[in-house]
Each structure stands twice: as C-alpha cells, then as structure tokens.
C-alpha cells in the first residue's frame, strides 16, 4: 500500500502542479493523494502551498546564496516550503528533517538529501533576519508590466502589498447586515458587507448552517447592489455559479434565472441555494445562446480573475496571461447578447473580477461604440467612494483601495441602460 502523504509532501506536491504544469489551486486539489489526507491536513496543505506562493519572491532571494545551480523543481520546492517555514517561525529541528524524508521518499531525488539539508541548516541560521528585510514580492512580469502602464507604479505597490496582506473574511447578510456584523463581531462596512479579521471556520460561524450569511468579498457584492430596486423584476444572473449574486438578487425579491455553462459549478449554487432557503430558476446552458426578455441581467463575465490574487496567489504562478485575448472576445459577445435579451428600458449590470482594462473600461467604451443610444448609468449606492468612479461611468474597485480596512478584490462594473 502506498505511504499516505503528510501535508508538508502534499504541499510540495501542489507546488509542482501550480509552478510546473500550470494549473490552479483549486484545481490541483484532487485525487487520490489529496483525498487521502486527513481534514486538518487538507487545511495545512492548502495554507502551505498559498504562503508559498505569495511569499515565493522571498524564498528564492532567501535560498539564492545556498544554491550553485538550480536543482530541479521538485527539490527547489522542497526548499522553498522549508524556508517559508524556517522563516516565518518553524523549528528547524522538525522542518529540515521532513524535507530531507521528501526528497529521500523519491529515487530520483534521494541523491540530493545531503544538498536539502545543507542548504536548510544555513537557511534556518541567516533567513529569519534577511526575510523580515525583504521587499515586498512583486507580481510576474506578465501581469505587473500591464498593470503599472494602467493604474502606475505606486498603486500596483499597493496591489502587491496587499496581496502579501491576504484577504479578511467578508459575508453578504440574508436580511439585516448590521445585525449580523454585531452577533459576530464583524465591522460592518459602509457598503453593507459584514468583514470579520480572524474568521476560523467558516462552516463553524453561526448561521452559517441556517444560510444567514454567504461568503462574498465587498467588493463583488457591488454588482449586483448596482441594479438598484429587483423586487418583482425578472432578472438574469448570466454566468451565476457559484451564486454569491444570484443569492443576493433572490434575497432582494427579484425572480431570479441563475444560467452558468458549469454543471459542477451549478451544483454549488444549488446547495447555496438550498442552504439559504432561497429560490431562483436555474438553468445549465451557454448564455450566448440563451433566450428570454428580463427586466435586468447581471453578466458577471469569465475573465482573467487578476482581482482576486488576495485569496488565489497561486493565479499569477499558474498562468502567463494565456488566453485573455479569447476571454475579452467573449466578454464583448456576451455584452452583446445580454442587451439583446432586455425588456425596453432594461439594465444590464456589466462586471469582472480583472484589474486588466481591457476587461473593464475598455469593454464599456467599445460597447458604447458599437451600440448607438445605450448609455452608462451613474452607479448610486451606499459606500461608493469619488476614486472609486471612472471616467467612462464605471466603477474600479481595486486591492490597494481601504488599505487600512483590509482592502478589496480587484473589480470593474458598469450600468448600461437601454433606451426604450
Ligand atoms: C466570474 S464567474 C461567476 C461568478 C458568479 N457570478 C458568482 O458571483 O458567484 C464566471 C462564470 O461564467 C461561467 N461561464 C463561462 N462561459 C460561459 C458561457 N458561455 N455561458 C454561461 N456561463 C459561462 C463560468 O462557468 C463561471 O461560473
């Protein structure tokens, strides 16, 4: 029978697929190995893998003087998880043995051992003092030379702090957020989120069994606030799962249609549907092919996800910007579509999890272009701030905004109005 693997193993593992084959987190989290493992060690794997990685600027400078050439990925892994740890407060006795054991498990590594711990023992002697003087990590190449052309170079510094930072826990409330933010002991934030510092559990808080409360940053649960007064509307959630909008439009009293391409995505908007009590129609479908007349839509569209690195530090590492160009095609195709589904004098709220323009702005001024009449409506809810708002009528929400309150994900919106 194979060895079930330790959470450090699993960690180092997770580190090959994001870094080596390119895939994400979320997706590298499967199979055998990983079902393997124990709850709590699922946990410590997946925090291992993330501080890794948003910390992976820093392991490298720490482990640059100890390495002559580079050794393959696998033991550059095993390195970089034990210098995090040594860095960030582990025992060396106990860190410098397990990634020795990690590369000894493996024939094809078992010869460089003696290099691993080497390389640790000087690691746990000068890294803790060097690291607390390292620059904060800076993006890849591939995101952060776009990034300083839009927004300049100090705000992307801000960006990248604040990925450094990590993200608070913030909760969308059924009914009323201030309540809410009182029985947990949240801040309830001017835009109506509830953010909690140190959250733990989340399946663990009151009412979250009773689907009180959904996870949602503050700045995604914009969107859907931009739509203004739903109750009674019909109103289209275009690419819904897994559902933190559709949630929040059916709690406002509109009659929801919840479409996605994602049947497994879909299984989770119908389990959050179900825990919150809640109700929306749900469809499994393209919503370019889609068909109807809605007094509103939101059209949260796929996208490059940069404004969500807070919580996915692994996004940058596993991809190079590939396939963008085909996301903002379709993202336009989809703008496109939407107003067509529209009842005259309809809304459509346009928005992405991206801080690339051309997933923003760009699209709002291309869709004005191409559309004669349609209009941008002035976004009026509780919170906004001025900098918030863009030149074209949209709102840019960006991860180094409310630095001092934990910050915010990255996001565009816009309200399109359709003349009647
Ligand atoms: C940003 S996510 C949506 C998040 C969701 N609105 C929420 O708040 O929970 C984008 C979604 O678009 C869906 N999608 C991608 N292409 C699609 C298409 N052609 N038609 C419908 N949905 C699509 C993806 O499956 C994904 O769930």
Redesign the pocket.
């Known amino acids: 029978m194979a060895a079930i693997p330790t959470a450090r193993a699993q960690a180092v593992a997770l580190l090959g697929q994001v870094l080596g084959q390119g895939r994400l987190l979320s997706e590298a989290m499967s199979g055998p190995a990983w079902d393997a493992l124990a709850p709590a060690d699922r946990a410590a794997a997946q925090r291992m893998t993330a501080e890794v990685l948003r910390n992976l600027e820093r392991c490298d400078r720490v482990l640059k003087p100890h390495l002559r050439k580079g050794p393959p990925l696998f033991v550059r892994n095993v390195l970089r998880l034990g210098t995090w740890e040594l860095c960030t407060g582990g025992a060396a006795h106990g860190v410098v043995n397990e990634a020795v054991q990690t590369v000894s498990a493996d024939r094809k590594t078992q010869s460089m051992k003696g290099l691993v711990n080497a390389v640790l023992r000087k690691v746990a002697d000068d890294g803790p003092a060097q690291w607390a003087k390292l620059r904060v990590p800076r993006l890849p190449r591939w995101l952060r030379d776009p990034l300083v052309s839009a927004w300049g170079p100090q705000a992307v510094s801000g960006m990248e702090a604040a990925h450094l930072a990590g993200a608070p826990l913030d909760l969308t409330a059924r009914g009323d957020a201030a309540g809410l933010a009182e029985a947990l002991g949240g801040e309830f934030l001017p835009t109506g989120s509830v953010r909690l510092r140190e959250a733990g559990q989340v399946t663990a808080l009151p009412g979250y069994a009773d689907g009180d409360w959904w996870v949602?940053d503050a700045a995604?649960a914009l969107p859907a606030r931009l739509l203004g007064n739903v109750s009674g509307q019909r109103v289209l959630?275009?690419?819904?799962?897994?559902?933190?909008?559709?949630l929040q439009l059916a709690a406002a009293g509109a009659q929801v249609t919840a479409?996605?391409?994602?049947e497994a995505?879909m299984g989770r908007?119908r389990d959050n549907l179900a825990r919150t009590g809640l109700a929306a129609e749900v469809v499994v479908?393209?919503?370019?092919e889609?068909e109807g007349r809605y007094d509103a839509i939101?059209l949260?569209?796929?996208?490059s996800?940069t404004g969500t690195i807070r919580r996915h530090p692994d996004l940058p590492h596993a991809k190079q910007g590939d396939g963008i160009s085909e996301l903002i095609g379709?993202q336009a195709a989809?703008i496109d579509h939407a107003l067509g589904l529209l009842a005259p004098g309809g809304r459509l709220v346009f928005c992405?999890?991206s801080l690339i323009p051309d997933e923003g702005e760009c699209q709002i001024e291309e869709a004005l272009s191409r559309h004669p009449g349609l209009a941008v409506m002035r976004p009026e809810v509780a919170g906004i701030e001025d900098d918030w708002r863009s030149p074209e009528g949209g709102l840019r929400l960006r991860p180094d905004f409310w630095a001092a309150r934990g910050g915010m994900d990255g996001f565009y919106m816009a309200i399109l109005h359709q003349p009647e």
Do not use: F, N
Not at 237 to 246: E, I, L, N, S, V
């Open positions: 949602q995604a959630d275009m690419c819904a799962a897994p559902g933190g909008k559709t479409l996605d391409l994602s995505r908007l479908g393209d919503a370019l889609h939101l949260d569209a796929p996208c996800a379709l989809m992405t999890c």
